[in-house]
């Protein structure tokens, strides 16, 4: 069973009536708001209903979980090109104000003579009650239609849960497993993380450990380490030096974060006879993919420079455009955040925006757009920004978003994964290799995803030596 084809992840690509099967299935997930009742209202022509204080005593128009039915098909199978020629829906419980459906449509017959399409259509709720269910007559398209994914206006499709992570996955299943030195997994976590992504055909792990407490691990956890090359080192910091020496002898392609501090890998990451220095600073970058934001977007530096200079910032960016291009997208927008958008000189964040930005112009930066200082709202909200008066190829449309620093990255990055239900990979560049670099916070999702980014550029540095 599929959900949508490998390409690009900033791009919208249909599916022909060959490349679908019986069985195929997609979804998106949606919470009712008293904004959405409102343009219900509107268009319907029944009136705006009361505002949000009785909002959950207002039952929308069932159609709305229909229109729910016609973005699967429009935005994921068949995709862009699709037409509906019937729909069968039976409403089977009233929805309310901050009711979170689920919709999923599954092919059930095919005609390829005519490019018809039945898919069978279930909502759910939160409960897992049935809210909507039904059956849609299509027609796949006709030919080959691709397109970037726009900024949206304010109201907007929530992804589900996992429609980023197996997106990506479809993405790299076509590259081969790469491997990966798993520096020190020595608790049930981080040993976890390596195996799940070996299972998911990401990377082959090197455990660099002492031999004696990976074991322990494994058998507590239930844990089969058959077949795996494992490193006996006394510690974690002989286990930092040996996977370090494993990468600059090419014999890992990667470097992945077990259970020791982050500054304990990256020294032995960044000695200075480790040989997997590169000419840039080394930066981390988040990949995220929000309910609220049409595509995924990369928040730098967020975990590894705590104040940055200008000249560290330029190599920030320079970082983040790789990974981006990388990723997809071939000309990424970079916004260079401050708490506001116009040079302030007492707000040495502005200073430095206007200085990267001028930097991109004079080709000291290449392969984005560069723009900023901009506010957080302006970068991400075409609205915002068009609020404001600004007129910007970046504003409302950003895949990159540079912070001043550390703490305002970091703390970004966890109020969008904690309370914007976003979710999110991590991974360190401007090495000679790629590094997970995993909080033990992370979730499962989390952990494969940066496995997955990680082995996309293992892919690249084979071409592209850093």
Not at 138 to 164: C, K, M, N, V
Not at 233 to 239: L, W
């Amino acid at each position: 069973m599929t959900t949508s084809p490998p390409g690009s992840l900033q791009t919208l690509r249909n599916r022909l009536i060959d490349e679908i099967a019986i069985g195929d299935s997609a979804s998106i997930e949606r919470t009712l708001t008293p904004d959405d009742l409102q343009l219900l209202g509107i268009q319907s022509g029944a009136g705006v209903p009361p505002g949000p204080d009785a909002g959950q005593d207002v039952i929308a128009q069932g159609m709305w979980g229909g229109a729910l039915v016609a973005a699967v098909l429009g935005t994921q199978l068949p995709g862009p090109g699709t037409q509906c020629r019937s729909q069968s829906l039976r409403f089977l419980r009233p929805i309310r104000v901050g009711d979170t459906l689920r919709v999923q449509v599954r092919v059930t017959a095919r005609d390829a003579a005519t490019r018809g399409l039945t898919l069978a259509c279930v909502a759910t709720d939160a409960a897992g009650s049935q809210v909507i269910a039904g059956t849609v007559e299509a027609q796949a398209p006709e030919r080959r239609i691709a397109y970037d994914r726009s900024t949206l206006p304010e109201i907007r499709l929530a992804l589900p849960g996992d429609a980023g992570l197996q997106r990506l996955l479809a993405h790299v299943r076509p590259l081969a497993a790469a491997p990966a030195a798993v520096v020190h997994p020595c608790d049930a976590l981080s040993l976890g993380a390596a195996l799940d992504a070996r299972d998911a055909g990401l990377i082959l792990p090197i455990l660099v450990a002492p031999r004696a407490r990976l074991e322990a691990v494994a058998r507590e956890t239930g844990r089969d380490l058959a077949g795996l090359r494992i490193e006996d080192v006394p510690h974690s910091h002989a286990a930092a030096e040996r996977a370090a020496a494993l990468a600059a002898r090419g014999e890992a392609e990667i470097l992945m974060k077990g259970s020791l501090h982050t500054d304990e890998l990256m020294g032995a990451v960044l000695a200075a006879g480790a040989g997997l220095r590169t000419g840039r600073r080394v930066s981390h970058c988040f990949v995220m993919q929000a309910p609220a934001y049409p595509r995924p977007f990369i928040i730098t530096d967020a975990a590894i420079n705590i104040a940055p200079t200008l000249e560290e910032k330029a190599d920030i960016v320079r970082n983040a455009i790789e990974l981006a291009r990388v990723i997809g997208v071939p000309t990424p927008r970079v916004a260079i955040l401050a708490a506001v958008e116009t040079v302030n000189p007492a707000m040495p964040a502005t200073l430095d925006a206007a200085a990267l930005c001028k930097m991109a112009d004079r080709g000291q930066i290449a392969g984005a757009i560069l723009d900023g200082p901009l506010a957080f709202d302006n970068a991400v909200s075409a609205a915002a920004a068009r609020i404001k008066g600004i007129d910007s190829p970046v504003a409302g449309r950003a895949d990159i978003l540079v912070v001043p620093d550390l703490e305002s990255g970091n703390m970004l990055a966890k109020q969008l994964e904690y309370m914007g239900d976003a979710s999110s990979a991590g991974i360190a560049l401007g090495a000679r290799v790629p590094i997970v670099l995993l909080s033990r916070a992370d979730s499962r999702e989390s952990r494969i995803a940066s496995c997955a980014i990680a082995l996309m550029l293992a892919g690249h540095y084979r071409s592209h030596t850093p």
